[in-house]
């Protein structure tokens, strides 16, 4: 059964809990396999790489196939900024009568729309008089795939 990308938990952004694992200097290949490489180029924490403002980053899961077109699953986490205007294109996650969601916002004429990335689903107009707000912008993502 289809069922919308809804945010279902939200937690802030804690970057004094960082863990760094080594950054290897070698690139594995996707395709044929590469010499090894023992050479670790510096310790990388995730937050680096996905946090750009703590204090108004956050990370929600989502549920839902609405948004695989754009490569977003469900189960998968999102890193959330919301101190970045959103715009026309852009990935949001925003409140849509109570429930988060996660959609692109598309501007067609003078109108706004949250778009999903599945064709199953229908647009839905962006109108602050009806409930509907977006809560930031998405930045990335992380995904278990074991």
């Not at 108004?56 to 998968?76: K, L, Q, Y």
């Not at 996650?93 to 692109?104: D, I, T």
């Not at 064709?119 to 998405?138: A, L, R, S």
Request: hydrophobic residues 40%; glycine residues 6%; charged residues 25%.
């Amino acid at each position: 059964m289809d069922k919308p990308t809804i945010v279902t938990s939200v937690s802030p952004a804690n970057v004094s809990n960082s863990k760094e694992a080594p950054l290897y200097s070698s690139q594995p290949s996707a395709g044929f396999p590469a010499p090894g490489d023992d050479m670790v180029e510096k310790a990388l924490d995730l937050n680096d790489l996905l946090v750009e403002n703590e204090t108004s980053t956050f990370f929600v899961r989502v549920s839902g196939d609405s948004m695989e077109g754009a490569r977003i699953f469900d189960g998968d986490i999102l890193v959330v900024d919301r101190s970045i205007e959103p715009k026309s294109g852009h990935i949001v996650v925003a409140a849509v009568y109570g429930e988060m969601v996660v959609k692109r916002l598309m501007k067609t004429d003078n109108e706004l729309f949250l778009v999903s990335e599945n064709e199953d689903y229908k647009p839905i107009p962006v109108d602050d008089m009806e409930g509907c707000f977006i809560w930031g912008v998405v930045t990335g993502s992380a995904r278990v795939i074991l």
